[in-house]
């Protein structure tokens, strides 16, 4: 199984790439997991020739079983996501594709809205959506050296995520007495 990340943050160190990168560490063993980052470089959609960037995402979504998107804790989505996901609709790039949403918020409200914003533009698409609102703060430290998830309740909601999305189940390796 492969599964393509997007991170919907243009900053490398945001909370959102952080949260990426550790559901990408609790995907089960076998599942392929690559982080596409050319958000940034995404034009709008326009009619005619598809730029380099668009080709690329698109190429990669559909050689993949799924996508996992983090979203940000705000209800506008950043114009580049929207771009993209413009793109893959436009070439029914998303039509049937799993994807699985994780939205990250010191506040409930956050999540929510900024998924509830997701969801929309991925359902018009024909995604088939799943996912999680995650409350929690940017501010705490959730992460290890490693970038691992330090939270032992914040990794079963991912692995939850994780789990709508991977045929085979997520489980904590087994103690050897």
């Known amino acids: 199984m492969k599964i393509i990340g997007i991170a919907a943050s243009l ?9 990426l990168d550790a559901a990408g560490g609790e995907l089960p063993g076998g599942v392929d997991f690559a982080v596409w980052a050319g958000l940034g470089e995404i034009p709008p959609y326009t009619d005619g020739p598809v730029p380099v960037m668009a080709r690329e995402l698109i190429g990669l979504v559909a050689a993949s079983d799924a996508v996992l998107l983090t979203a940000p804790e705000h209800s506008l989505l950043p114009e580049e996501l929207t771009y993209a996901l413009d793109w893959m609709s436009a070439r029914d790039g998303l039509s049937g594709k799993h994807v699985a949403v994780m939205s990250a918020s010191a506040r409930a409200c956050g999540a929510m809205w900024a998924q509830a914003e997701l969801y929309k ?26 970038g691992h998830l330090t ?6 909601q991912v692995r939850a995520v994780i789990g709508q999305l991977c045929p085979s189940e997520v489980m904590e390796p087994a103690l050897s007495l």
Do not use: T
């Open 151 to 156: 939270d032992a309740a914040l990794r079963a």
């Open 11 to 19: 900053h490398a160190g945001s909370f959102i790439n952080k949260l």
């Open 121 to 146: 533009h991925l359902q018009a698409a024909g995604a088939v959506v799943m996912g999680a609102e995650l409350v929690i703060s940017p501010a705490w430290p959730h992460f290890d050296e490693d």
